[in-house]
């Protein structure tokens, strides 16, 4: 600290010497010597005494030998000049011994009396006084020791003002804070550091402080370098030396910076949109914020002191709970998904930051954020549904199954079992579909995928792989007999009818199956090998399963030969027809014949219609081998007419797919006109199932045709489904019992039942009726008895070489 008048001790000694004069003149022993000599005191305060006193002091001090104090002997002349009186007599209060002095008084003063004697009592006096005052001194002196360390110690800034504001002290800490130097300062007033406050206000704030004696308050200061900067001055206000401010000013930059910025913290806490839980150690909650609240429900007042348990939803066992805090004392933190409970008992998913803090090692608080990510997670369900489950059954897709697959397989490779995979297609779905229309279609396959769910056990894993076609993984599994039981029950269920749209429907099931990790190792194997299983079950009439063997791999390979050869078939002239003829039970005579393709394949030998007709049909060769069968038949024909048997009808298959081609009616109507046989004696067979497809353009393309004179029969019926409407609006003649129904009318009543009632239908419609697949003599018998009249079947004939044919009809005649 620096004092504006001296920093030196001894000048605080001399600005004191007044009063230290005035202690010596009132002492009782300097009063008796005055009076005794009648000595004027005012001879004391004289320049000369007061500079001999001052050199005394200096002497005492220390700060100068008297015998420097080379004014004396100028101020004593001077003194005796105007003052001294040799009757009067001159008090010096000091010790002449060894000072320059004696030798001048000697000198200069010999005239004078002079009354040393005096000199022990007054020095005594004198030093007893000045004792006394150093006394004081020293206490002041410690005591501005003590005020100058605190005041250069703090870091607060110092001043001292007076009335008028000039700053007449000032410590170090200030002029490090407003950048100017001391000296700067002590030149300076308040008003030249004050930023905010006008003249006027500072006064009246000085006024203030004045009235109430001390004051602290905010306020802006400016620095040298004009940079304003926040402070809190204290001021404390004394009347001494005509009223003196003393002022403490704090730079309180970064205490407003922390209170900014722990605004701002509280602003983010409150409106955060994570929830904020702050615990103790003991985790009992301190403080929340409003998300929190808002999230579970409760009010702050509601939480605090209690533990965050309170939101336990019991979702999590003690394990999970154990792991959470080993993970917390152990890293400091923990991240997860934590299901909590809400107020209203509602639960709700979490995800949770919890984090310890810790002072001097010692955990004081956790912190926890968490948001509910109830939303997020249903979002995240329902995109996980849709890239790994069939959107109409809900089971899962391939993907899934396929993941599910690996699973198993990991599993299976660790306990070294076998897994096996069900490939199901399903019969008839696409008739269904094509007729009763979509939204029926999406119904059976849901029914379907319940049935099948329905009998497989939690741990095995049933998926559809899109249409008619479904897949099981089974897992666990002892036997291969136990899978083929698995494998029946499939096929059971599915004879069950469906109910759809108040009518009866039914499927069927072929199941391959191929096992892991025997038949395949890896996944688009094991698929690929069901799914040739399935074929081969297919291929053999359906309705049934089948173990992937490798013998079912040639079988495949020659599939993909009959393709390939059913290309080049029509121009190699590898088909044939054969007729199978259809007899008059009653008058025991054959009135016609069904036309019935054969392929002899130079390699692969005979190719059954029921193979390649569908595969013609799916790759566009149906329409010109029809046209083939179409004029050959009737060439045929009309060669058995021409050579007498001319009352024979031809029955002719025709392909949906035919009838679907525009020019189908100009080429018919070609061939007929071009072969010449009538066309009353020209049946078209057109099975049930293809005519309620796509009812409407087959009504019509049936209806020209009949216009044309042709006739027209419904063939396989019974396993389709007819509308009754639309069956009275067909132009068909003829129904033909499908041969399923009448190869047990023997041994089954339903069949019976059935065929009984197909006949009853048909006479109400007025429509003639065949009954196919007769093969027994009891068959015709049943067959008569209930009244169908026309048959076809192994009983009388298979279907014959055209000139088989023609020696059986003479035969038969
Ligand atoms: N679009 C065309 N389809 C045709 C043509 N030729 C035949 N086909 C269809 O192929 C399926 C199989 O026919 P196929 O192997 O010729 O079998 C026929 C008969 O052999 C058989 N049948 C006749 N009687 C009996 C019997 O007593 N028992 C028994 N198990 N089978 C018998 O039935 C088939 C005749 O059926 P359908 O036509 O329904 O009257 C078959 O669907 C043919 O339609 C063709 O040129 N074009």
Same mark, same amino acid.
């Given at each position: 600290m620096k004092f504006k008048k001296t920093a030196q001790i001894i000048d605080l000694l001399i600005d004191n010497k007044e009063n230290i004069l005035d202690v010596w003149l009132s002492s009782k022993e300097t009063q008796n010597i005055l009076n005794a000599y009648d000595i004027e005191i005012d001879t004391f305060r004289t320049p000369f005494a007061t500079q001999l006193f001052d050199c005394y002091l200096d002497q005492i001090l220390g700060?100068?030998?008297?015998?420097?104090? *080379?004014v004396i002997p100028a101020y004593i002349k001077l003194m005796l000049k105007h003052h001294a009186t040799p009757d009067k007599i001159f008090l010096l209060p000091i010790e002449l011994e060894n000072s320059i002095l004696k030798s001048f008084f000697a000198n200069n003063l010999s005239d004078y009396e002079i009354y040393i004697e005096t000199n022990q009592l007054t020095k005594y006096t004198l030093q007893a006084t000045l004792t006394e005052f150093q006394k004081i001194f020293n206490d002041q002196k410690q005591e501005n020791i003590y005020h100058n360390a605190i005041l250069e110690t703090t870091n607060d800034g110092y001043w001292m003002a007076d009335m008028s504001g000039n700053l007449l002290e000032v410590n170090s800490s200030y002029s490090k804070m407003s950048g100017y130097s001391i000296d700067e300062l002590l030149t300076m007033s308040i008003q030249n550091v004050?930023?905010?406050? *006008?003249e006027e206000e500072t006064k009246k704030h000085i006024e203030h402080i004045i009235q109430y004696g001390n004051e602290t308050f905010e306020t802006i200061h400016i620095k040298k370098n004009g940079e304003r900067y926040p402070v809190e001055v204290s001021v404390s206000f004394s009347e001494i030396e005509g009223g003196r401010f003393f002022v403490l000013v704090r730079d309180i930059s970064e205490r407003k910076r922390d209170e900014k910025e722990l605004l701002l913290s509280s602003k983010v806490f409150s409106n955060m949109t994570d929830g904020v839980v702050i615990t103790d150690s003991a985790q009992h909650i301190l403080k929340v914020n409003n998300s929190f609240c808002k999230t579970t429900g409760y009010t702050e007042k509601e939480l605090l002191?209690?533990?965050?348990?309170?939101?336990?939803?019991?979702?999590?066992?003690k394990e999970f709970y154990k792991q959470m805090w080993e993970e917390i004392s152990g890293k400091g933190s923990w991240q997860g998904e934590i299901v909590d409970r809400k107020k209203n008992g509602e639960t709700y998913i979490s995800e949770t930051s919890i984090v310890a803090i810790k002072k001097d090692d010692e955990i004081t608080n956790y912190i926890a954020i968490s948001s509910d990510i109830s939303h997020k997670k249903e979002q995240e369900q329902i995109i996980n549904n849709l890239a790994y489950y069939d959107a109409l059954t809900k089971l899962p897709n391939k993907i899934l199954f396929q993941e599910r697959f690996e699973n198993y397989v990991s599993l299976a490779k660790r306990h070294q079992k076998q897994i096996a995979l069900l490939f199901i297609d399903l019969d008839n779905f696409k008739n269904i579909n094509d007729t009763l229309g979509h939204l029926v279609g999406d119904q059976f396959l849901k029914d379907a995928a319940m049935r099948i769910k329905s009998i497989l056990r939690e741990e095995d894993t049933v998926g559809r792989f899109g249409g008619d076609e479904f897949a099981i993984l089974v897992q666990n599994w002892h036997s291969l007999s136990s899978l083929g039981t698995l494998a029946q029950k499939i096929i059971d269920i599915f004879k069950q009818p469906f109910l759809l749209e108040s009518t009866e429907f039914f499927s069927g099931a072929s199941i391959g199956i191929s096992i892991y990790p025997d038949d395949a190792q890896t996944y688009d194997e094991m698929v690929r090998l069901a799914d040739t299983a399935m074929y081969h079950v297919k291929n053999q009439g359906k309705n049934n399963y089948e173990f992937y063997s490798s013998s079912m791999n040639t079988s495949i390979a020659e599939k993909m030969q009959i393709l390939t050869a059913l290309h080049t078939a029509l121009e190699n002239n590898e088909f044939h027809l054969t007729y199978q003829p259809k007899i008059n039970?009653?008058?025991?005579?054959?009135?016609g014949m069904e036309a019935l393709i054969r392929w002899i394949h130079p390699k692969l030998g005979f190719i059954s219609p029921e193979i390649f007709i569908p595969k013609a049909e799916d790759n566009g060769h149906i329409y010109n081998i029809g046209l083939w069968v179409l004029e050959k038949a009737l060439e045929d024909t009309k060669k058995l007419h021409d050579s007498g048997f001319n009352d024979l009808t031809v029955s002719i298959n025709i392909s949906s797919k035919q009838l679907e081609q525009n020019c189908f009616l100009d080429d018919f109507r070609k061939i007929i006109d071009k072969v010449g046989?009538?066309?009353?004696?020209i049946d078209l067979e057109i099975t049930e199932t293809q005519v309620m497809n796509n009812i409407e353009s087959s009504l019509d393309i049936l209806r020209q045709l009949s216009a044309l004179g042709i006739k027209m029969s419904i063939d396989d019926f019974g396993t389709g489904y007819s509308s009754l409407n639309y069956l009275k609006q067909l132009p068909a003649s003829t129904i033909k019992i499908d041969k399923s129904f009448v190869l047990d009318i023997d041994k089954d009543e339903n069949d019976k039942a059935i065929v009984s009632s197909i006949i009853a239908l048909s006479q109400s419609l007025n429509k003639n009726i065949v009954a196919e697949g007769s093969e027994t003599e009891e068959h015709i018998k049943i067959l008569k008895e209930l009244g169908v009249n026309q048959v076809q079947g192994y009983f009388y004939s298979k279907p014959l070489k055209f000139e088989e044919f023609e020696s059986f009809l003479k035969e038969f005649r």
């Open positions: 700060k100068n030998n008297l015998q420097d104090c *080379s004050e930023a905010i406050e *006008s002191g209690k533990s965050p348990n309170l939101l336990s939803s019991g979702w999590h066992d039970i009653d008058t025991n005579t054959v009135y046989l009538k066309r009353e004696f």
